[in-house]
């Protein structure tokens, strides 16, 4: 079965840091681009990131460029968001979806998503 | 700053057909923009429809169909259910960069 689990969500001051984690399972990780999807409460979906399959290729939002760094461990099948001077507007449930190399295909299941909340 | 524009809601009947839509501000859409079509329900996360215009997902149901129309990425759902009540995200792809419209709350009364 398909899974992806995200986790390291939480309550951080504005100008903090937190790093997310996607575990993935029931495929071939490293035969997969993957992405960071966000979305803030009662709003709509927004693009973060992606990350191509060996880590070497990296595209950002334009919202998050030179803050939030997209990166992988293919050993441990793990794909990671480290966030940096976080904003209040950072504030969002933050998704991770795969796309499988060669192709435009967003696949799911996605995960349930984790929470980042950014508050003084 | 590129923009995805989607209708924000829109209502239809049981059994009806409705199509949303999927605007680019740099032009004309494309197959190059590789539209995708997603649904969210409450509490949920988003669950894809459709890929490269108009691809199905094995688990999509037939009663939805993609395509290209009149310049914008098209979404259209025949003999809708009430279980189509839901959020409705469209993602165009810019070059390197995705862009997900703001989306269509679908309300099916």
């Known amino acids: 079965e398909v899974q992806l689990v995200e986790s390291g969500g939480d309550l951080v001051q504005p100008g903090g840091s937190l790093r997310l984690s996607c575990a993935a399972s029931?495929?071939?990780?490293?035969?997969?681009?993957m992405h960071w999807v966000r979305q803030a409460p009662g709003k709509g979906l927004v693009w973060v990131s992606r990350?191509?399959?060996?880590?070497?290729?990296?595209t950002y939002a334009d919202s998050v460029k030179g803050r939030l760094t997209i990166s992988r461990d293919n050993a441990k099948n793990t794909l990671y968001l480290q966030m940096n001077s976080l904003r209040v507007e950072d504030t969002a449930v933050y998704y991770c979806a795969r796309v499988k190399s060669g192709s435009d295909e967003w696949r799911d299941p996605w995960g349930q998503g984790t929470l980042v909340t950014v508050s003084s | 700053q590129t923009v995805v524009t989607q209708e924000p809601s829109l209502t239809v009947s049981p059994g009806g057909t409705v199509t949303l839509t999927c605007a680019s501000s740099t032009g004309a859409v494309t197959s190059g923009f590789y539209p995708h079509w997603f649904q969210q329900k409450p509490g949920q996360p988003p669950r894809a429809l459709i890929y490269s215009t108009s691809n199905k997902h094995s688990w999509t149901p037939a009663r939805f169909s993609g395509s290209l129309l009149g310049g914008k990425a098209a979404l259209t759902l025949s003999g809708v259910q009430p279980e189509d009540e839901a959020d409705y995200y469209c993602l165009l792809y810019y070059g390197g960069a995705w862009v997900f419209g703001g989306g269509t709350k679908l309300t099916v009364l």
């Open positions: 990350i191509n399959t060996d880590g070497s290729r990296t």
């Open positions: 029931g495929f071939t990780f490293s035969n997969y681009w």
